[in-house]
């Protein structure tokens, strides 16, 4: 015998096996009983969620022997109309069909009477594919219909339908199903097939089912054809290309660690297995989204993919600011995935760009209340900061060339004859070329730097206030490379973010912040990664050649001065 697919066989044959709409099958059920039934019916709705199934299961309730309103699937009419071969119901596809001839061919058939059963049945499948000529035949018909004729309406698309004839039906409108409908249904046909399953298996089909009972129960046809009768994880995942929950969550963990080169051998693993990078984007942020909840309210019954151990191993690593950031950076991306050709690209630059998401630094500190009142309380100026105890050694912090030793506050001799910042504006731009920018690491101060860093977080407390949140969330991307008393240059992962903060017009913004944050004026100064790279190397040069200004011979001006 012919195999048949399971959404096939497992076609609700009453209204009590539909999943779902219940809304729709109560007030059908209702309509059958008091005999108050419309001559026109429009069904709804995204696909495989039972608008044609209803459709049929309407035409055997209103042809059925036993009487109005049963389905005994037993009679000749119920058996014709399972069979398809009923006189009396009459299914059109629309998407095929869409011709004046056909509509008139239908209309010339309205004006019988029945041949079989009691009512003549019009099922007219995805109606909005009609064309504007079978549109006109139909709406002449549902305007004067015979008494014994009920037309049935289903779409996918409402919207496409002509208001003249949405006007002559009775409207239900399909919802998705609940992932409990579909697990309940999958449940009851794994058993029935006699197949072994593990309740992870039938959330994987749920996720990919979308809503949808049909794709439910063709993945699920798909995955027993591969695996025969078992339902497995793992051959689910493999026959859809994706990646486990423990991946996912290992990829994570690479991110916000900033393992760059475990995450880059991550995603060259992706592209050879050829993982489904748009599910695996949608994947992480649902994770996002839960680990979201989980710091904003400690709801653990909200989570939808997490575990509560999950949820707060992460509430460890990430602060309410980076997930928020991580979470942008992931719709923009599936935003941008439907204009580019080949995804992959973009998904190694997004994951990336989750990476800077996660600000360097060591434990997670308490987040502090956003302070959105004005005027801002001006935190104590570094000068006084330093006045504090030393603070234990920090050997975690890689040494830097650009930290110099700090020097004891011997009077800097001003000589006006030096580099002055105003000379580096290039278009809109400022730019520092090497010269300078070896100027202002000889002048660098690592106890200043320090300050700063220690500080920077208190970025965050700006984020929402109304003029300084864009530039402290600017800011707070970055992380100071190199601070002097009048310079501060900020190391971004990125050359665009660089390039924004060295905007002649967001100068003063950014000095504004700085101030209100730190006490200090500063002209701030931006590089990517890969120039503070180069300017280090070309630092080292200086150095071994004995090159490198003394810094007191060196004054920096910035305009303004
Ligand atoms: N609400 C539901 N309850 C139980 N099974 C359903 C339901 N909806 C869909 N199915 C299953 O999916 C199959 C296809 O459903 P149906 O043809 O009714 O969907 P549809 O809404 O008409 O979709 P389309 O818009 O693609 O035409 C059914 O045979 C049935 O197995
Ligand atoms: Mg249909
Ligand atoms: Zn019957």
């Known amino acids: 015998m012919a195999y048949k697919a399971l959404y096939r066989t497992y076609r609700p044959s009453t209204f009590d096996e539909v999943a779902g709409q219940e809304h729709i099958v109560k007030t059908l059920k209702n309509a059958l009983a008091t005999g108050k039934l419309a001559h026109a019916y429009l069904f709804a709705g995204p696909r495989g969620t039972g608008k044609t199934t209803m459709a049929k299961l309407l035409a055997k309730a209103l042809n059925c022997d036993e009487g109005i309103g049963h389905q005994c699937n037993e009679c000749k009419n119920c058996k014709a109309i399972i069979e398809g071969t009923h006189p009396d119901v009459l299914e059109l596809d629309a998407a095929s069909n869409n011709g004046v001839d056909e509509i008139r061919d239908l209309i010339d058939k309205v004006k019988y009477g029945t041949i079989l059963g009691r009512y003549k049945v019009y099922i007219i499948d995805e109606v909005h594919m009609l064309s504007t000529g079978a549109f006109n035949a139909l709406l002449k018909t549902l305007e004067e219909p015979p008494e014994h004729v009920i037309f049935i309406l289903a779409t996918t698309e409402p919207h496409k339908i002509l208001p003249t004839i949405l006007s002559r039906c009775q409207r239900y409108d399909f919802t998705k199903l609940s992932d409990n409908d579909i697990k309940n249904r999958l449940r009851d046909v794994l058993n029935k097939e006699g197949v072994s399953f593990n309740e992870d298996a039938i959330d994987?089909?749920?996720?990919?089912?979308?809503?949808?009972?049909?794709?439910?129960?063709?993945?699920?046809?798909?995955?027993?054809?591969?695996?025969?009768?078992?339902?497995?994880?793992?051959?689910?995942?493999?026959?859809?290309?994706?990646?486990?929950?423990?991946?996912?969550?290992?990829?994570?963990?690479?991110?916000?660690?900033?393992?760059?080169?475990?995450?880059?051998?991550?995603?060259?693993?992706?592209?050879?297995?050829?993982?489904?990078?748009?599910?695996?984007?949608?994947?992480?942020?649902?994770?996002?989204?839960?680990?979201?909840?989980?710091q904003s309210s400690r709801n653990t019954s909200c989570l939808e993919v997490l575990s509560e151990d999950e949820a707060r191993s992460f509430f460890k690593l990430l602060d309410i600011d980076e997930t928020l950031k991580m979470i942008d950076i992931i719709m923009s991306a599936q935003k941008d995935y439907k204009s580019v050709s080949s995804i992959i690209p973009?998904?190694?630059?997004?994951?990336?760009?989750?990476?800077?998401?996660?600000?360097?630094?060591?434990?997670?500190?308490?987040?502090?209340?956003?302070?959105?009142?004005?005027?801002?309380?001006?935190?104590?100026?570094?000068?006084?900061?330093?006045?504090?105890?030393q603070k234990p050694a920090e050997p975690e912090q890689p040494v830097s060339l650009f930290d110099q030793p700090v020097e004891e506050e011997k009077p800097v001799v001003l000589s006006k004859d030096v580099l002055v910042i105003k000379d580096t504006r290039k278009d809109n731009s400022f730019f520092v070329n090497d010269d300078l920018m070896i100027n202002i690491m000889v002048t660098a101060k690592k106890e200043i730097k320090n300050q700063l860093l220690d500080g920077w977080s208190n970025l965050k407390r700006y984020i929402t206030h109304p003029t300084l949140g864009k530039i402290a969330s600017l800011l707070?991307?970055?992380?100071?490379?190199?601070?002097?008393?009048?310079?501060?240059?900020?190391?971004?992962?990125?050359?665009?973010?660089?390039?924004?903060?060295?905007?002649?017009?967001?100068?003063?913004a950014i000095q504004n912040v700085v101030e209100t944050v730190f006490g200090k004026k500063m002209f701030v100064y931006a590089v990517s990664r890969k120039e503070s790279v180069r300017c280090q190397q070309n630092y080292m040069n200086k150095l071994q050649i004995s090159k490198l200004p003394k810094a007191d011979t060196v004054n920096i001006e910035f305009e303004g001065e």
Not at 363 to 369: H, S, V
């Open 204 to 294: 994987i089909i749920i996720s990919l089912a979308d809503g949808g009972m049909r794709d439910a129960l063709s993945i699920l046809d798909q995955v027993l054809a591969y695996s025969g009768n078992k339902l497995d994880v793992q051959d689910i995942l493999d026959i859809f290309a994706l990646e486990s929950k423990e991946e996912k969550l290992a990829l994570l963990n690479s991110i916000v660690s900033k393992d760059v080169s475990d995450v880059l051998s991550r995603i060259n693993r992706y592209v050879s297995l050829g993982t489904d990078i748009k599910r695996l984007t949608d994947d992480l942020l649902l994770i996002l989204k839960d680990i979201l909840i989980y």
């Open 346 to 389: 973009l998904f190694e630059v997004t994951i990336l760009k989750l990476i800077t998401a996660k600000k360097d630094g060591e434990a997670k500190e308490e987040i502090p209340e956003p302070q959105i009142e004005r005027p801002l309380p001006k935190p104590e100026p570094i000068q006084q900061k330093s006045v504090e105890p």
């Open 476 to 508: 707070v991307d970055g992380r100071p490379l190199v601070a002097s008393n009048k310079v501060l240059v900020i190391e971004y992962q990125f050359p665009t973010t660089a390039e924004r903060a060295n905007l002649i017009e967001n100068q003063e």
